[in-house]
């Protein structure tokens, strides 16, 4: 899968823009100020920009080095830093109480490593701690906005409620909005939001 992620990053433009996902962007505020924020599957450094921008102390996963050199540029290039970490996720451990923030956006799994995933993001974060998630949801199969090809790895707002039981959710929706995030993500797009916290 890495060498998609590759193929895909790979020159000089940006797949999905250089501006934070507008959910990330509002609900920002939430993450404890100053705090540690893991972002997975964070790809070419729009999200982790924004957030390090914001004053708190970002570290970026992904498994494509491509994406992740293109992280380290756009930090730089705004005088930032961004801790990067190349792993897959099948392999990487998250810590437990380790988060003050963890932030998904389009980072689609299948249903297997994404319940563990899950399970590893509550027991990851710190008590206040926050997850902000922004995703393709189920619907989105009838549209062309961008997205997985197999259903199974679209999210749901049931299956998020189940699998991150012990959080509390403060946001948890599903909605249709514009899109404009470079050419990856144009259009309307099914999405699922949610913000939720570590009691």
Sequence with gaps: MSEFWDTLYAGETYRYGTEPNDFLRAQAGAIPAGGRVLSIGEGEGRNAAHLAGLGL???????????????????????????????????????????????????????????????GIVQALRPGGVLILEGFGAEQVHLDSGGPGDPAWLWQADLLRQELAGLDFEILRE?????????????IGAMVQALARKP
């Design 175 to 187: 909605v249709r909005r514009p899109l404009a995030e470079g050419e990856g993500h144009i259009g």
């Design 57 to 119: 102390a970002v570290t970026a996963l992904d498994g494509s080095a491509v994406g992740l050199e293109k992280v380290r540029r756009l930090a730089a290039g705004r005088g930032l830093a961004v801790e990067t970490v190349l792993a897959d996720l099948n392999d990487y451990h998250l810590a437990p109480g380790e988060w003050d923030g963890i932030v998904n956006c389009f980072c689609h799994l299948p249903p297997e490593l994404r319940r563990r995933v899950n399970a």
